[in-house]
């Protein structure tokens, strides 16, 4: 049975920090490309990093988040994470972690894609 367990989610002050973490099971972790996305309330959800399949791989961010967010994964435990930095009002949604292999056609938001349960995250001003 696939599972995306993620943690880390929490009430932090407008300029904090927070680290999430994802840990994958019932797949083969690192053949599959690896994603946070988010979604706040009355919002869309919106793609926040995305990482390749090697631990070293270059990562790629949401415009909103470059340089404050920082992607990584341990394929060795399983473990993707997400370091947020300088947070603000606007990094406040459920954050949610997703896997797929590299060459779906799909994508993350395709069929085959597999999604965690979600973490919330809150901000204060």
């Known amino acids: 049975q696939v599972q995306l367990v993620e943690s880390g989610g929490d009430s932090v002050q407008s300029g904090g920090s927070l680290s999430l973490a994802c840990v994958g099971s019932?797949?083969?972790?690192?053949?599959?490309?690896m994603a946070w996305f988010r979604k706040a309330p009355g919002q869309e959800r919106e793609a926040v990093a995305a990482i390749g399949i090697e631990d070293d791989s270059v990562p790629s961010y949401a415009e909103v988040v470059r340089g404050r967010f920082a992607i990584s994964r341990d394929n060795a435990r399983n473990t993707l994470s997400l370091q947020m930095n300088k947070m603000n009002t606007t990094d406040a949604a459920m954050y949610y972690c997703?896997?797929?292999?590299?060459?779906?056609?799909?994508?993350?938001?395709?069929?085959?894609?597999?999604w965690g349960q979600g973490t919330q995250v809150t901000v204060s001003s």
């Open positions: 019932g797949f083969t972790f690192s053949e599959y490309c």
């Open positions: 997703a896997a797929v292999r590299c060459d779906d056609s799909g994508g993350f938001l395709g069929k085959n894609a597999y």
